[in-house]
């Protein structure tokens, strides 16, 4: 698939199936995105068929400028705000699921080495500002570019830049000596 525009002008012909190769695509990634931003998984799945009934309901909205997952996802972060602007609290995202560069052994040694730097991570991502938290979120786990990532967070190229340097730099800043021990 060349970044879903092709299925998805696929469904626009009447290909049914094509839709649901989206679907499959991008759902797994979607729900984990606006997950960050609600803390409740159910909400997070419901808020995820929204943006596919969206996709869905407004074939025209849909331009082709952008890459089809960076358009997904900018839906999903505006509904994402708006669940929680209307849900009136705000949860910080703890992220469990992270992935190490060590690998995986059946060694006990390793397993708890391994849970000890998602946990040291984990902190560090958990103590800095969210803005920060979402733009590693972006181009770190979901492989955005920085031009799709300042699309989704409505920021200028630049802007991105100076958040994921800043956001590197505290992150440096709180692991320290903790995570050098680790790694």
Known sequence: MDNGASSYRRFLDGDESAFDEIIEEYKDSLIFFIERFVQDLSAAEDIAIEVFS???????????????????????????????????????????????????????????????????????????????QEVIHLIFFEELSYAETAKIMKKNKKQIDNLLYRAKKELRTIIGKEGELLL
């Open 54 to 132: 969206d996709l869905l309901a407004y074939k025209n909205r849909y331009n082709f400028k952008v890459q089809l997952k960076t358009y997904l996802f900018m839906i999903g972060r505006s509904k994402a705000l708006n669940y929680i602007k209307h849900r009136d609290k705000f949860y910080m995202v703890e992220y469990e699921n992270v992935e190490s560069e060590l690998i995986y052994k059946d060694n006990i040694e390793d397993k708890i080495l391994v849970d000890e730097l998602k946990r040291v991570v984990n902190d560090a991502l958990n103590k800095i500002p969210e803005e920060m």
